[in-house]
């Protein structure tokens, strides 16, 4: 186990700096001026930082660097004017699929060093395994809802703003309990 908090304060600040890069998406025409592959790259050292408190967490590190590689392609594409969205059908299904995986297990382990950090009455670690789920349950949900609407034969605009809305409530709840585990590392002045 790490008995750095500087290290501990390092890895929770990446991660949650890294779920802003994620999450806010702010475009200058095609090209995002907070890519993803950023996010990846924060989580990556998150990783690092980390990984010596939390047993499990290195295991993430090739689903880290395959989702940051393809945030990166995209996002160079994107230069170009085109979007790698939907390009490659089964490569997607698969690259969401690793997504919700390792966004579920980097959230399990954050909480798990939660629950061995957090003040007493705190509660940060069930909110993020709630919080965690909600989210996987969201996105599973928003992944599903163009092609349930094709088959039903008509699109479901307001399922798909419901779903979006629901998820960014959630995320910026996420990064609100990401910022309160940092703080249980802060670093004395």
Known sequence: ??????????????????YLFLYLDVNLGTVS??????GYLLFWSAI??????????????????LLGAWAGAGWLYSWTGGSLDGRFYPL?????????YFHFQLFTDL???AARYQPEGADLDRHL?????????????????GPLSDLCGGPAPW?????????LLVSLALMNRLFALRRCFHPAP
């Open 48 to 65: 690092g930082a980390l990984e010596g408190e939390v047993r499990d967490l290195s295991l993430l590190r090739p689903l880290c660097a």
């Open 129 to 145: 395994l709630r919080l965690r789920t909600l989210q996987v349950l969201l996105l599973t949900g928003l992944a599903l809802v």
């Open 111 to 113: 909480a798990l060093l």
């Open 1 to 18: 186990m790490t008995s750095h908090p500087e290290a501990l304060y390092r890895g929770v600040s990446h991660a949650a700096w890294g």
């Open 33 to 38: 001026i907070l890519p993803a592959f950023v």
């Open 159 to 167: 399922l798909s703003v419901a779903l979006s809305l629901a998820g």
């Open 92 to 100: 997607n299904v698969i690259l969401q699929a690793a997504s919700l």
